[in-house]
């Protein structure tokens, strides 16, 4: 069954940091690539970062997360992070990750790329 799972969500105050895990099942994530949305209450879904996979390994951030947030990787475990720093109160939001609908491309900052979607992580940044 294909699915995609993630985690690490939580409570964290302003300039804090979390890491979110990605884990797929029934594909392996290296030859897809896999992307982070986050969608925040009364907004629509954003892309905020991706992962090429085997087409060429290029990450991309969406400019609200650059310099702060990156993807790491346990390719052993078929597990992807997104590990955020100096978190901040706009941040707040439900984190997905999805899979695109076509393997062995360049990943893109589009939600409506992506088909295999995660149940969702809360991640609240607040005081």
């Known amino acids: 069954q294909f699915r995609v799972v993630e985690s690490g969500g939580g409570l964290v105050q302003p300039g804090g940091s979390l890491r979110l895990s990605c884990k797929p099942h029934g594909l392996v994530y290296d030859h897809y690539g896999l992307g982070w949305f986050r969608q925040a209450p009364g907004k629509q879904r954003e892309a905020i970062a991706c992962?090429?996979?085997?087409?060429?390994?290029?990450?991309f951030y969406a400019d609200a997360v650059t310099g702060r947030f990156s993807i790491l990787h346990d390719h052993a475990e078929n597990t992807m992070f997104l590990q955020m720093e100096r978190l901040k109160p706009e941040d707040t939001g439900v984190y997905f990750c999805?899979?695109?609908?076509?393997?062995?491309?360049?990943?893109?900052?589009?939600?409506?790329?992506?088909?295999?979607w995660g149940q969702g992580t809360q991640v609240s940044v607040s005081t």
């Open positions: 992962f090429s996979g085997s087409a060429g390994g290029s990450t």
């Open positions: 999805a899979a695109p609908k076509t393997a062995y491309t360049t990943c893109k900052l589009d939600p409506g790329a992506y088909e295999l």
